[in-house]
């Protein structure tokens, strides 16, 4: 049995820099930070709300004041305006991906969606997949991580973008999409409709990670998992109200991937000290740390796991668990060469 958490006793600060980490909840959209921005911006052109770098922050960040799920969705409009050709694509991938391999972290998932970087230059989706495969894949191997792609159709763009999205990511081979995730406002668009486009995916022996339960109820956890089959959940912290739903994650080996600070700017929960992962893992509710969105939420994985220990107590036992758990999780095609690769480093 992993002691979990020492919640009452203060925790020494102690960087998690040199903690090899596994991140299995990013997005490419939110990992684009502001002073990427600002070169891209320089060397190819495309807006910006503003052009010096603190001046730019509360646009693309948020500030220390700012809450909300809305809020924090509001920040993604600016990006879309920049990618005005191939290379300021290949230059946000090869920056997010050094970014992770600095922030010591061994096996990274980096999910994007095609049509966010094909919107300003209306360039063709299959174009944009095979630029990003090929930078993040250059960059990775330079850098010594091992970079996964997903998917991520969402909700908020309707259906036909999404359909026609997930055929282009199925047409293409298999290492461009290992996996497919649903984003965007779960509140006001349902996951309903894009039930076929999950099943499109299942049956090509693809993983699945849909956001739900981050804001929204957790009959939105139980419809991902029940419904849709899905593996993993991003967030899924409103299942920590159910003991029935954290019963049927547990048999079901489904994994939430956790990301503190993100569910504090969306207001998912008040504050770090009050968010369930802990209780969650002591039901035995598979759970790993994720940034979500570090440029938006100006945060790395390696102070989520400060965050994990400051302030939740998290024990050094269960970091390792956390990672453990991630690994069997991880979408990526060959589980025993990954287990062998970076399996050791969580023994
Ligand atoms: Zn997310």
Redesign the pocket.
């Known amino acids: 049995m992993i002691d979990i958490s020492h919640r009452d006793t203060v925790q020494p600060f102690t960087s998690m820099k040199h903690f090899p980490k596994i991140d299995l ?1 990013r ?1 490419l959209e939110g990992s684009v930070e502001p002073e990427t921005l600002l070169t891209i911006a320089s060397k190819w052109g495309g807006k910006l709300p503003a052009y010096e770098l603190e001046a730019l922050r509360p646009h693309i960040q948020m500030t220390p004041e700012q809450r909300g799920f809305t809020v924090f969705l509001s920040k993604f409009s600016v990006f879309r305006g920049l990618y005005t050709c191939r290379e300021a694509i290949e230059y946000a991938v090869c920056c997010a991906v050094q970014a992770a391999a600095a922030d010591n972290v061994k096996y990274l998932e980096l ?1 994007y969606s095609p049509s966010h970087f094909a919107a300003q230059g209306r360039f063709c989706e299959r174009d944009v997949a095979h630029w990003i495969h090929v930078a993040m894949q250059r960059t990775a191997l330079s850098c010594g991580i091992i970079v996964v792609p997903l998917l991520t159709i969402s909700r908020d763009y309707g259906f036909e973008l999404a359909s026609s999205t997930v055929d282009m990511a199925l047409s293409m081979p298999d290492d461009y999409f290992m996996g497919l ?1 649903i ?1 965007g406002n779960e509140l006001e668009n349902p996951a309903d409709p894009f039930a076929v486009l999950f099943e499109k995916f299942r049956a090509r022996g693809r993983g699945l990670s849909i ?1 739900a339960g981050e804001v929204s109820s957790h009959a939105h956890v139980r419809q991902a998992v029940v419904q849709f089959g899905a593996r993993r959940i ?2 899924g912290i409103s299942a920590a109200k159910d003991p029935n739903l954290m019963c049927l994650l547990r048999d079901r080996d489904v994994l939430l991937e956790i ?1 503190l600070t ?1 569910n504090v700017h969306t207001e998912a929960v008040p504050c770090i000290r009050e968010h369930p992962v802990c209780d969650l893992a002591r039901n035995g509710v598979a759970c790993c740390l994720n940034t ?2 570090p440029a938006i939420s100006a945060i790395t994985l390696s102070h989520e796991y400060e965050l994990a220990v400051a302030e939740l107590g998290c024990s050094e036992a269960f970091l390792h668990e956390m990672n453990r758990v991630a690994l069997r999780h991880a979408f990526h095609p060959d589980q025993a060469w990954l287990q062998k690769k970076i399996g050791h480093y969580w023994q």
Request: hydrophobic share 10%.
């Open positions: 909840h997005h999910r995730d984003a956001h991003g967030h990301c993100s979500d969105d």
